[in-house]
């Protein structure tokens, strides 16, 4: 009974921090969707603009992740730990460190919008330049945007993952009644979709300022701390930055690839990511809630509640993955037909989401074993076998694409398929590793 009892509370206090995240997610990524609802309305070639441009900003965030990861890990560490001079100053350090990178990110966004836009060769000139317009737009709301991924990072490290949800949910509130507004009554078009999203990131990263310092009493300084605490910050963040940031270019490469097959492809394929990253963001927030956990567990020196956590969350994956996959399988039109009615995106469309959803339950195991990892500052295994298998798709997509015949299709089955090796590679590493996850070789940092 007792038993029975405490693996009762480990699912709630799991799911205490993780529903918060997970709803966070679903309207950030609601941010993307609700450009593309609207945007979609103007045509298969404006939503390839957004699409395009998009790969550039989800390049800013896997950049910014080396901060806010190694920020959110490191403060997490502490609070185990009690140490509260520490948390004080990781987010001085995690909030000098982002402002200077968003000021790098915005300029070189801004000043290259036209060449990194041709690197897709895009044949049709207006889509080139409505996905610039739309790129130099955003570039404005790229330090907003990294400050709040940052705010974030550290109210999620306390537990307060609550506080984080309402910020988020006020700025897609803006977005929401602001996209229609910008992109149709003000017929700013595709760069009303990109203003829009700008003010509502200021509306969201201000009530975060608020939280942070009136809830949890947080000091908000840019004052100079010792260079270790950078340093311990770019030892856990470095490695999954590398791996998002590598997961970005591939996915440029991808994408490129996929423009060969012409606009209707990478339109499908644009929309069936943000279909797919309904499930991987759901998948992504409980990820979160299990670095969160294990973090604290890890501070606290506790490895039996990390072994536990770890499988709770496995088995709450498992109930978000099983769903998709079946939906992904069954119902892939209906889904689609709901942002294009072009008849051809829907059928490209379709067959990625058929294929990508046999790869769904793998890649449950990937990124929650992989949050169990960064939990414990051990983030260079899952980068490792990330980087490895996710590189595999470009000669892979090229192979079955083009030299075996099988067209966009090939391509497609490249992402599955990798998707499949890297949640059974890093779940048997893991497995293999827990045994020796014991208190005495826990050795929490002296910063």
């Known amino acids: 009974m007792e038993q029975t009892s ?11 921090i993780a529903i918060p995240i997970i709803l966070s997610s679903c309207l950030q990524i609601s941010y993307d969707i609700t450009d593309m609802f ?14 395009t441009a998009g790969f550039y900003i ?11 990861i190694g920020t959110m890990v490191s403060v997490s560490h502490s609070i185990g730990a009690e140490k509260k001079d520490r948390i004080r100053h990781f987010i001085s350090c995690g909030i000098r460190s982002t402002f200077m990178l968003g000021i790098f990110y915005a300029l070189f966004i801004f000043m290259l919008a036209e060449p990194l836009i041709s690197l897709f060769n895009i044949e ?3 889509v080139n330049t409505m996905a610039q317009n739309y790129l130099r737009i955003s570039s404005i709301t790229v330090l907003i945007m990294f400050m709040n991924l940052l705010f974030t990072a550290i109210i999620d490290a306390h537990g307060k993952t609550q506080f984080s949800f309402r910020a ?22 595709v760069e009303g979709a990109a203003w829009a999203t700008a003010l509502s990131q200021g509306c969201a990263m201000m009530y975060a300022i608020y939280l942070l310092r009136h809830r949890l009493e947080l000091t908000l300084s840019i004052k100079a701390v010792p260079r270790k605490f950078l340093r311990k910050i770019l030892g856990i963040g470095t490695a999954p930055a590398m791996q998002r940031i590598l997961f970005s270019l591939i996915g440029i490469a991808i994408g490129r690839i996929v423009s060969i097959w012409g606009t209707d492809a990478i339109a499908a394929q644009k929309l069936g990511l943000q279909i797919e990253s309904l499930s991987f963001l759901l998948m992504n927030g409980l990820m979160q809630a299990t670095s969160i956990l294990i973090g604290q567990y890890y501070g606290e020196r506790n490895t039996d509640m990390i072994r536990k956590c770890y499988r709770t969350s496995i088995r709450l994956g498992y109930c978000i993955s099983i769903p998709a996959t079946f939906i992904f399988l069954a119902f892939p039109e209906i889904l ?29 195991l990937e ?12 983030t260079k295994y899952p980068a490792t076998v990330s980087i490895v298998f996710t590189t595999m798709r470009i000669p892979l997509a090229l192979l079955l694409g083009k030299s075996m015949g099988m067209g966009i299709d090939g391509v ?11 949640g059974i590679v890093l779940y048997l590493l893991y497995r293999k590793r827990e045994k020796e996850f014991k208190e005495s070789n826990i050795q929490y940092s002296n910063i």
């Open 6 to 16: 405490a693996k009762r509370e480990k699912r709630k206090s799991l799911l205490r």
């Open 38 to 51: 609207w945007v979609g309305k103007l045509g298969s070639g404006e939503v390839a603009a957004v699409g």
């Open 58 to 68: 989800k390049l800013g965030w896997s950049l910014i992740s080396v901060i806010t």
């Open 124 to 126: 049709r000139p207006e």
């Open 168 to 189: 988020v949910l006020y700025g897609n509130i803006v977005n929401i009644i602001l996209d229609p507004l910008f992109i149709f009554y003000f017929g700013l078009g």
């Open 336 to 364: 689609l037909s709901f942002f294009v009615k072009e008849a051809a995106t829907i059928e490209i469309g379709s067959a990625y989401l058929r294929i990508v959803g046999f790869s769904q339950l793998f890649a449950t």
């Open 367 to 378: 990124i929650l074993t992989a949050g169990a990892y960064t939990g414990q500052g051990l």
């Open 412 to 422: 497609w089955w490249s992402i599955s398929l990798t998707s499949v090796i890297k």
